[in-house]
Nanobody, 125 residues
Framework: QVQLVESGGGLVQAGGSLRLSCTAS????????MGWFRRAPGKERDFVAT????????YYADSVKGRFTISRENAKSTVYLQMNSLKPEDTAVYYCAAAADYSDVTKHQFRYRYWGQGTQVTVSS
């Protein structure tokens, strides 16, 4: 059974930092793209960041570019999202996702077959 488990969410003041982790089990995703998405209250789930299979290529939503960094450690089956200079508008449930048969960066949700349960990030003003 494939599982993606996120951790690291919480409550932080504006300007602060958090690091989210997502660990996969049940199969390896070392050849697959990974991504982070988020759903703010009352809104649809949106793309945040993606990383290719090797970690050599990344792509970000304009709203987080320069503040967030995605990385991965294939030996640990883990992908990270370092979030700096957090803003109240970053408040959302953050989801980790793994592509099934795609290795390059992609912001398209239909490319991702496996999803975590989400972790809450709340940024207070």
């Amino acid at each position: 059974q494939v599982q993606l488990v996120e951790s690291g969410g919480g409550l932080v003041q504006a300007g602060g930092s958090l690091r989210l982790s997502c660990t996969a089990s049940g199969r390896t995703f070392s050849s697959n793209a990974m991504g982070w998405f988020r759903r703010a209250p009352g809104k649809e789930r949106d793309f945040v960041a993606t990383i290719n299979w090797s970690g050599g290529n990344t792509y970000y939503a304009d709203s987080v570019k320069g503040r967030f960094t995605i990385s991965r450690e294939n030996a640990k089956s883990t992908v990270y999202l370092q979030m700096n200079s957090l803003k109240p508008e970053d408040t959302a449930v953050y989801y980790c996702a793994a592509a099934a048969d795609y290795s390059d960066v992609t912001k398209h949700q239909f490319r991702y077959r496996y999803w975590g349960q989400g972790t809450q990030v709340t940024v207070s003003s």
